[in-house]
């Protein structure tokens, strides 16, 4: 079984620019989780799909970042415009299950893009 | 929404030995999972715990909770240097809101 997929694996841009991330989750996966992770940190939740819905983004800074889940698959993130903070490695990670079956089981994680604001 | 602390926030030892990381958390929880990070495998789910549970295992892994005291512990016994990461716990609390994370044990393990 694939994995979670992530591009791109590092990207380095000036504040004020924007940058976008894609995902591609496990397939059949319903439900779908960005993290943002700063350096010595554990993960923080942004946003979480369920196939194209929007189930949680309370974390989500709404004047910058935007997520999208197209057609309940794939996801992109973005930020515009970025600020020296964003700084992190941003997660994707899917989960089979979706919110009726509640927060009970494991996530599967991708391998992260690391953003650096300069 | 809480997090779990992790203690400690490093530990060194040498290949052979056990590791024991331990999990402290604030509310009621549904469940409690650990979670392993490293350079090359990036973040992987361990064990999941649910609060009336007190032990499970996995292989080299033993996860302990003590919902009493708001505690679990983590158990690697004959560690090996590819168990050299960082270790999370993360809670889902009994609100069933998403999953919080801890800041981690960095675990090395020296061959």
């Known amino acids: 079984e694939a994995g979670v997929a992530q591009s791109p694996r590092y990207k380095i841009i000036e504040k004020r620019q924007s940058v976008a991330f894609w995902c591609n989750p496990i397939?059949?996966?319903?439900?779908l989780y960005w993290y943002q992770q700063i350096l010595g940190q554990g993960p923080k939740l942004l946003i979480q799909?369920?196939?194209?819905?929007?189930?949680?983004d309370s974390q989500l800074p709404k004047d910058r970042f935007s997520a999208e889940r197209l057609k309940g698959v794939d996801s992109t993130l973005k930020i515009q415009p970025a600020k020296l903070e964003d700084s992190a490695v941003y997660l994707c990670?899917?989960?089979?299950?979706?919110?009726?079956?509640?927060?009970?089981?494991?996530?599967?994680f991708g391998p992260g893009t690391r953003l650096t604001v300069t | 929404s809480q997090q779990g602390e992790e203690d400690p926030q490093a530990l060194s030892i040498q290949e052979g030995e056990n590791a024991t990381m331990n999990c402290s958390y604030k509310t009621s929880i549904n469940n409690l999972q650990w979670y392993r990070q490293n350079s090359g495998r990036g973040l992987v789910h361990l064990i999941l715990i649910r609060s009336n549970e007190r032990e499970k295992h996995s292989g080299r892994l033993r996860v302990t909770l003590d919902t009493s005291k708001k505690s679990s512990s983590l158990l690697i016994t004959a560690s090996r240097a590819a168990d050299t990461a960082s270790y999370f716990c993360a809670t889902v609390d009994s609100g069933n809101t998403p999953l919080v994370f801890g800041k981690g044990t960095r675990l090395s393990v020296i061959a």
């Open positions: 799909f369920q196939n194209n819905g929007v189930v949680d």
């Open positions: 397939s059949g996966h319903a439900t």
């Open positions: 990670a899917s989960s089979p299950y979706g919110q009726g079956a509640g927060y009970g089981y494991e996530q599967y």
